[in-house]
């Protein structure tokens, strides 16, 4: 049930702007106070920062820093969309995927190739 309760929380608000119009939505937003307004203008300011510091938690930088980098440089110095930082990271990532498979697949391959010497 509580998914259906938080989808809710979200449909229902979006839903009712919608059938009510952008007149009423208007108005009620020129009802809130400017101090409220100016802060949450200020929070959606800040979000991205926040996001971005989340992620940057979560990421292994002390392994993969130089895709940061890489990623930085094409958003800031080249004006690369995000979809193509995206698609550069997917391929990217891909290839780290097939190195590790390699190298972990590596020594199970030697040691049956030893077993198949000791057979002999």
Not at 7 to 22: N, T, W
Not at 66 to 74: A, Q, R, T
């Amino acid at each position: 049930m509580s998914p259906l309760f938080y989808g809710l929380c979200s449909a229902l608000p979006v839903f009712l702007c919608i059938a009510i119009g952008p007149t009423v939505v208007n108005a009620v937003l020129d009802f809130m106070p400017v101090w409220f307004t100016t802060g949450l203008s200020v929070a959606g300011g800040v979000l991205p920062g926040v996001g971005m510091a989340m992620l940057l938690m979560y990421m292994p930088l002390s392994k993969y820093w130089s895709f940061l980098i890489i990623g930085f440089v094409l958003t800031a110095y080249l004006n690369v969309p995000v979809l193509g930082v995206g698609a550069v990271g997917l391929a990217a990532a891909y290839e780290v995927y097939k190195k590790e498979m390699r190298a972990a697949t590596a020594p199970a391959g030697a040691a049956s190739s030893l077993g198949d010497l000791e057979d002999e």
